[in-house]
């Protein structure tokens, strides 16, 4: 019993690997994946098909080796744990601070329809067809791609979608509803006076 316990205690607590390195190894990995997604584009955050899913399901999978390396500990994953929840704040502390790192390492924003045109040169650079962008468009309420005045693609893989102003004809088709609304509110609460004399 006391050899089993002091097994679990070593497999628990024991680190296998110098603390040292249990810190970089995951600081490592941080940042070759913010290059990775940097150089790959915003498409893997966007998430538009199952095949970038799958991608960035099988990251973690794959890089966990590398991070923990041959070192199951307890210890060990909140030593690397730590490691990565300290380099994110700083990191984000850095950007925060110098907003011209920010997009270099995060990207800028990406304008996919301007004025209701669709830009197919920034759907090309950023491997989105315009079957994505349909979907895209579905996802946040709009019937249609033509409905859209503007779409931007941002950095951290969400679409910013603004539709198209009604035209004037329009504006005034809701002007005259508006009226008309207003107008038999008044007719419904004339005829409520007109019953409350009358009887």
């Known amino acids: 019993m006391?050899?089993?316990?002091?097994v679990l205690f070593d497999n628990m607590f024991v680190l296998k690997l110098p603390v040292l390195e249990k810190i970089i190894r995951p600081i490592l990995v941080y940042f070759a994946l913010i290059v990775l997604l940097r150089v790959f584009g915003k498409r893997e955050m966007a998430q538009l098909n199952p095949f970038d899913l799958v991608v960035?399901?099988?990251v973690?999978?794959?890089?966990?080796?590398a991070i923990i390396g041959d070192d199951n500990s307890l210890t060990g994953g909140l030593?690397?744990?730590?490691a990565?929840?300290?380099?994110?704040?700083?990191?984000?502390?850095?950007?925060?601070k110098h907003r011209n790192w920010h997009e270099a390492l995060g990207g800028s924003p990406?304008?996919?329809?301007?004025?209701g045109q669709v830009n197919h040169r920034a759907l090309a650079k950023e491997l989105i067809t315009e079957s994505d962008l349909t979907v895209v468009a579905h996802r946040q309420g709009f019937d249609d791609v033509e409905e859209i005045d503007k779409c931007i693609l941002e950095p951290g893989g969400t679409f910013f979608m603004q539709g198209k102003k009604p035209g004037s004809d329009d504006l005034q088709h809701a002007e005259l509803v508006a009226m008309i609304g207003e107008l038999k509110q008044q007719v419904d609460l004339l005829g409520i006076e007109v019953r409350k004399r009358v009887n």
């Open 110 to 115: 990406t304008n996919l329809i301007e004025n």
């Open 60 to 65: 973690s999978n794959t890089v966990q080796n």
């Open 84 to 96: 990565l929840f300290a380099i994110n704040y700083l990191t984000v502390r850095f950007l925060f």
């Open 79 to 82: 030593i690397g744990a730590m």
């Open 56 to 58: 960035l399901l099988s």
């Open 2 to 6: 006391h050899l089993f316990s002091n």
